[in-house]
């Protein structure tokens, strides 16, 4: 584990890298550099019945949010891949990085 440890501090440290260089021209440029659709995360936003307005800027922040999420959560399901001495990354793996991390408490009800 002291594995991951030392590969989550480097991908934190290249997440913040990332945002204090990211070259922003335009508020568009801005909202094209991320990977999620931000249609599909405003209408996500909207389901809540108490969201009635939403700012052009809290989409992007989400999506951004989310993708650093995912990313994490990937990176912690590879290194119980990578224990376990495969190449393949599996739900195992995923479902193992859940429980055995505190700030994903959230999502355990999910995967059982």
């Known amino acids: 584990m002291k594995n991951m440890q030392s590969q989550l501090n480097r991908f934190w440290a290249e997440q913040m890298q990332e945002m204090e260089t990211l070259e922003i021209g335009t508020e568009q440029d801005f ?3 991320n990977d999620l659709p931000l249609a599909r995360i405003k209408r996500i936003m909207k389901c809540d019945e108490d969201v009635r ?3 052009a800027e809290a989409p992007v922040l989400f999506a951004k949010a989310c993708e650093m999420f995912i990313l994490e959560l990937t990176l912690r399901s590879w290194c119980y891949s990578e ?3 495969r190449r393949t990354l599996q739900k195992e793996d995923i479902q193992a990085a859940i429980r055995k991390t505190d700030i994903f408490d959230f999502l355990v009800h999910v995967i059982e």
Do not use: A
Request: hydrophobic share 20%.
């Open 83 to 85: 224990k376990n001495k």
């Open 53 to 55: 307005m939403i700012s």
């Open 31 to 33: 909202k094209n550099h």
